[in-house]
């Protein structure tokens, strides 16, 4: 876990000092002989700018046990003809020999190539972007979100199909690993155990990360990821635990350690291991605000779990004291401070939020009274009414919220009261389904349609990604779903495409 000599501001000058080329005298870098490839997690990129971008590799195997310089080059071609820029950071074992150079100074809306080096071994090429300039007017944005990928149900073959997908960015939208040691008539086994401490999270990342199509797919484009509650525990919120596996008598140690291990292991920025903080708005040009939240880690938790257990249920909100209580936030007061100062400031054609769950209400329980899910938004009503009042007070045109957690696919319009299902739309909801990680199946999905009618379509058998692509006059989005996800040889299909107009809030069939 994290050393208990190490404070924040220690976290802060060793996550900038390890993204920035130059941090120590050449003389004090390790530039050792290594016996095989270091590279084998591969490589990839993140969090872009107009003019920057994080590259991201982590060294494994026969490692020394100190600091090893790792040079990196971004070029204009595949060749490394035409280098744009190069530089040295030291991969330092208190990061698990992980590597994030924040490159800036580059051009904006361009493609790049870059790749790592180590002694004499060679990374494999990625290949990443720049966003376009705050004021320009791109024709196209295309980007998939996916999320929820569990070992032990199938294999990451989706990734394979996304791959062709010509995609500018991804949203990973929370789930990258699962804490669990094994599941119920498993496809694959994991190893290692529970993950509890900082080293079970390295090990769990490092499984994940060797399966050969997730990595082609990081490789290909940048990303921009969040995390949900499997990075660390099942339905935790906030400090207060989960409810899977052994309990620790330091939650909070666990925590830290889970999010260490996802910075390790992704392509984000030294905030994320600084501060803890994955939130962030990104601006694709004229044509697309980008904003990822964070649901999971300033939550209170989850209102009135039967007989006091941890984790989430279904609960009715009739017999809930606490379920309207206006002080309960999903996003933390400072998070909703910022979002909605975010929101206020417009300027795009589409407002895209990448989140980690389902927003729109989904009442389980046919006629008279409800039945709400406590886990998600439905559990947090008065944070969400906060929300589509930010929407509404900043005139927010079009609104786009992409999801994940459940996975099943959902599709469906924003609403500023789910009681008045007469109310106009006052934006979109595009919901994924996993990568591979198990639903129920699509039995009890009519009626569940049927009593939520904001909804205009749901699937819960199916597992893939979604694909939108946004013009400044419509977006399209495809549900690309595999046949299946047990077998590594599985097609994929467009299970189905909306589109919607712009300033018209409306999801059509298309």
């Known amino acids: 876990m994290l050393s208990r000599g190490f404070d924040r501001r220690d976290w802060l000058k060793l996550a900038l000092a390890t993204a920035s080329a130059?941090?120590?005298?050449?003389?004090?870098?390790?530039?050792?002989r290594l016996r095989a490839n270091p590279f084998e997690m591969g490589v990839a990129s993140g969090s872009p700018t107009h003019d920057s971008v994080v590259?991201?590799?982590?060294?494994?195997?026969?490692?020394?046990r100190g600091p090893v310089a790792v040079r990196w080059e971004v070029a204009h071609d595949e060749a490394f003809a035409r280098i744009a820029q190069r530089g040295e950071q030291q991969a330092v074992p208190e990061l698990a020999h992980s590597v994030h150079a924040e490159v800036a100074g580059l051009e904006p809306d361009r493609w790049y190539f870059y790749r790592f080096m180590a002694g004499d071994a060679l990374s494999t090429v990625g290949r990443t972007r720049?966003?376009?300039?705050?004021d320009a007017a791109p024709a196209r944005l295309r980007l998939a979100y996916a999320s929820c990928q569990r070992w032990e149900h199938g294999y990451f073959s989706a990734w394979r199909h996304m791959l062709r997908e010509n995609l500018d960015a991804v949203l990973f939208l929370g789930d990258y690993i699962y804490e669990y040691p094994l599941a119920a008539s498993p496809v694959r086994i994991p190893t290692g155990w529970w993950t509890l401490a900082l080293d079970d999270y390295r090990a769990r990342y490092a499984l994940y990360r060797s399966e050969q199509d997730l990595q082609a797919m990081h490789a290909a484009c940048p990303w921009f990821a969040t995390w949900d509650d499997h990075e660390v525990q099942n339905d935790y919120a906030g400090l207060v635990p989960g409810d899977s596996g052994p309990r620790v008598p330091d939650f909070a140690a666990r925590r830290a350690a889970a999010y260490q291990a996802f910075y390790e292991h992704m392509p984000v920025r030294a905030a994320a291991l600084s501060e803890k903080r994955v939130y962030a708005q990104h601006r694709f040009g004229k044509l697309a605000g980008i904003v990822m939240l964070d649901s999971r880690q300033?939550?209170?938790?989850?209102a009135c779990n039967p007989g006091g257990k941890r984790g989430s249920a279904s609960v009715d909100p009739q017999a809930c004291a606490s379920w309207e209580d206006p002080k309960r936030s999903l996003l933390g007061a400072a998070q909703e401070q910022w979002l909605d100062g975010v929101l206020a400031q417009g300027g795009a054609t589409w407002t895209v939020v990448g989140q980690q769950t389902?927003?729109?209400q989904r009442d389980f329980q046919p006629g008279p009274g409800r039945s709400l899910w406590n886990d998600g938004w439905d559990g947090y009503p008065a944070a969400r009414r906060r929300f589509t009042e930010s929407l509404l007070k900043n005139r927010v045109a079009n609104p786009v919220l992409l999801g994940g957690d459940v996975h099943e696919n959902w599709v469906g319009h924003l609403k500023a009261d789910y009681q008045r299902p007469d109310s106009a739309p006052i934006g979109v909801e595009f919901c994924g389904t996993s990568i591979t990680s198990r639903s129920g199946g699509n039995a009890q999905i009519a009626p569940v349609l049927a009593e939520n009618p904001h909804f205009v379509f749901a699937d819960a058998e199916r597992k893939g990604y979604g694909v939108v692509e946004f013009t400044p006059s419509r977006l399209t989005t495809t549900l690309r779903v595999v046949d299946d996800v047990t077998k590594r040889?599985?097609?994929?299909?467009?299970?189905?495409?909306?589109?919607v107009e712009a300033g018209r809030q409306r999801v059509e069939a298309a």
């Not at 720049?130 to 705050?134: D, F, I, K, N």
Request: charged share 20%; aromatic share 14%; net charge neutral.
């Open 298 to 302: 300033y939550r209170d938790a989850q």
């Open 22 to 32: 130059g941090w120590a005298p050449r003389a004090a870098w390790s530039q050792p």
């Open 55 to 64: 590259l991201w590799t982590r060294l494994a195997g026969d490692l020394p």
């Open 489 to 499: 040889d599985t097609r994929v299909d467009t299970l189905a495409t909306f589109t």
């Open 358 to 360: 389902l927003f729109g």
């Open 130 to 134: 720049t966003l376009p300039a705050p």
